[in-house]
């Protein structure tokens, strides 16, 4: 395997670990609503809704990659299918944790939370590209997908 | 595939330390303050994580075992400090030495027609009051007069009796008062964890007053307060005015006593240890002694300035214009711009002023509130009501008692609003003033004290009252 594939994992890896650790600052710079975003910090979601938003995609790029792995399916719509499947779970997911950790604290956003998570749709799809120029090279089907090598 | 395992393993634990990092009791005192749930209840249950822990949270622990609260309250001021609006849940009270009361029953000729079979007898239910709605277990009585007499019977028996100065009758000489004796053997005697009830009408009766001028007996007693006072900077004085029925002689300056009936005002005087005073104004659990329902007017000597709880409320029905609230500094106010038709910003600060010990009539009136802004907001006071606070805005609200809202045109580019309360000696104290109470048919007579200004007066000049009771400030950038 090429050492530059391993340079892509690995810059894969730190943008994703650094959009975790900037997590408040990426989703204040895309979403902040006053009273929400305050509540929303303090119900610990920016710890929450970020992991859902890498784990999510990663997960679906391993899938694509290494489970699907196929050749009837390595087309590049194919890929941006699953990346699709993937930002809408991700913020589906992401919207159940959000009204249920609100709800518990008898609080009630429905509308700015719907918005949040559709802002987030941003970094879940970002997140998916990283995930997939990460980890494609491996994959013995899939690899050229969606540009070739 | 060795490397490319390796480094997926490396990211999961990176991303694993920096989400996990908070322990139990970081979560529990998180819980509490987002809950705005700040109770006894709430800090025995951290107590309980930490002592069922000791080996993890051995440094909030004493050599003792128990939950060291200096330590404690450090944590809590981080984590605190870490949320929006920023919270301080301030847990000294509850590792706190338990407080005593001492009440000094004043029995003097003038104090017993406050209690008359026939009448409401007020002045006893306040001190009954007070007695009962206690919480700590160690209470005394004294009888004062020309000196202190410890009361023969039990609190039981001080409450159940209905004519407390009938059963006193004999104890020391009622003829006169000796305020320097009194005042000067209480603070003498007061310890760090006392709180001494002074039960008295306030009328300043010394032996052989006869045939003195009113001037000078005044000019006395002035005196006499500020020299008792003046050795006990390091004490708080709260004075609450009440009334009561009042049926039988009354004792005038000139010591000539003529028959009265009618109401009369009486006064507890609260005196404790500043810190002391200080703790029971944050306690729910001292409301009745620091604020009786009955009381008609309070003023409290010697309070310094305090820090209250508040925070811009980011979302209010109220608000114009825009401003945003900076994440690391609620007090500043980023991005201020005035509405877009109007050109008025207007923001509304709530504010948890209930432990500055003023009444409601105080803090909701605009005028006694100092505005300093080169903007030239105008101000206004609503009390917070039950009916206000929503799910959503509970976090800001919960606690907090006024809502300050400022309007104004923001001129920019800056502007630091400084919100004060002033300590000034209030009206009341002039109006219940008399300085000739020899005509008891005198308009005014039931609700005025003689030389009780001058009493009063003596007592601010030692502690040198001034300053503001607080201040709140906003800084404003656009």
């Given at each position: 395997m090429k050492q530059q594939h391993y340079i892509y994992l690995a810059l894969g890896i730190a943008a994703t670990i650094l959009f975790y650790v900037l997590r408040v600052q990426a989703y204040e710079a895309i979403y902040s609503v006053p009273g929400f975003s305050d509540q929303f910090y303090n119900a610990g979601l920016y710890e929450m809704i970020p992991l859902i938003t890498i784990a999510v995609?990663?997960?679906?790029?391993?899938?694509?990659?290494?489970?699907?792995?196929s050749v009837r399916f390595?087309?590049?719509?194919?890929?941006?299918?699953?990346?699709?499947?993937?930002?809408?779970?991700?913020?589906?997911?992401?919207?159940?944790?959000?009204?249920?950790?609100f709800s518990d604290m008898g609080l009630s956003y429905g509308a700015e939370s719907a918005a949040f998570e559709l802002a987030n749709m941003v970094w879940a799809a970002l997140m998916f590209v990283i995930a997939s120029f990460a980890m494609r090279w491996w994959s013995t089907n899939c690899r050229h997908t969606p540009f070739p090598q | 595939m060795k490397h490319l395992i390796s480094l997926l393993l490396l990211g999961v634990m990176t991303l694993a330390v920096t989400s996990c990092g908070s322990s139990p009791l970081d979560k529990a005192i998180k819980r509490v303050l987002v809950q705005q749930d700040t109770t006894q209840a709430q800090f025995d249950s951290i107590c309980?994580?930490?002592?069922?822990?000791?080996?993890?949270?051995?440094q909030y622990l004493d050599q003792q075992g128990q939950v060291n609260v200096t330590e404690l309250q450090a944590l809590i001021d981080r984590i605190g400090a870490d949320l929006r609006p920023p919270i301080r849940w301030d847990i000294a009270p509850y590792g706190q030495q338990e407080l005593s009361l001492t009440i000094y029953f004043e029995r003097s000729g003038s104090m017993v027609p406050y209690d008359n079979a026939g009448d409401r007898g007020q002045l006893k239910k306040a001190v009954n009051d007070i007695i009962n709605h206690f919480p700590g277990r160690k209470v005394n009585i004294n009888i004062v007069n020309d000196n202190i007499?410890?009361?023969?019977?039990?609190?039981?028996?001080f409450i159940q009796d209905r004519n407390i100065y009938a059963s006193t009758a004999g104890v020391g000489n009622s003829a006169f008062t000796d305020f320097q004796q009194i005042f000067g053997a209480i603070l003498k005697a007061q310890d760090a964890t006392n709180v001494s009830v002074v039960v008295t009408d306030l009328i300043y009766s010394p032996a052989d007053a006869t045939d003195v001028s009113i001037d000078k007996i005044l000019n006395e007693e002035n005196s006499l307060a500020t020299s008792i006072f003046r050795q006990y900077k390091g004490k708080s004085v709260l004075v609450h005015q009440l009334m009561g029925d009042y049926n039988g002689k009354y004792y005038p300056y000139t010591n000539r006593p003529v028959e009265f009936r009618g109401m009369r005002p009486f006064y507890l005087l609260v005196i404790a240890d500043t810190p002391v005073m200080d703790r029971m104004a944050a306690q729910k659990d001292y409301s009745q002694l620091m604020h009786p329902a009955e009381a008609r007017n309070s003023y409290r000597f010697n309070q310094s300035e305090a820090s209250v709880d508040y925070c811009v409320l980011p979302d209010w029905k109220d608000n114009a214009g825009r401003f945003r609230v900076d994440h690391k500094d609620a007090t500043r106010l980023t991005k201020c711009e005035g509405d877009k038709t109007t050109g008025v910003l207007c923001l509304t600060i709530a504010a948890r002023l209930d432990g500055l010990q003023k009444d409601e009539a105080f803090l909701a009136d605009a005028r006694n509130y100092k505005l300093q802004s080169t903007s030239g907001f105008e101000l206004s006071v609503t009390p917070v009501t039950p009916?206000?606070?929503?799910?959503?805005?509970?976090m800001y609200l919960e606690g907090k008692t006024h809502l300050i809202t400022l309007k104004g045109k923001f001129a920019g580019p800056r502007d630091q609003v400084s919100i004060s309360l002033p300590n000034e000696m209030p009206a009341w104290i002039a109006q219940s003033t008399s300085r000739d109470d020899t005509n008891t048919a005198a308009n005014g007579f039931s609700t005025t004290t003689l030389g009780l200004k001058e009493f009063l007066d003596g007592i601010a000049s030692a502690f040198g009252t001034g300053g503001n009771y607080t201040t709140i400030t906003v800084k404003l950038e656009n």
């Open positions: 995609p990663w997960a679906a790029a391993a899938i694509y990659y290494f489970v699907i792995n390595d087309r590049w719509y194919h890929w941006l299918m699953v990346g699709g499947i993937s930002t809408l779970l991700t913020i589906i997911i992401g919207y159940s944790v959000n009204h249920s950790v | 309980s994580i930490i002592q069922q822990n000791p080996d993890r949270y051995k007499y410890p009361y023969q019977g039990s609190v039981d028996q009916d206000m606070i929503t799910g959503n805005n509970k």
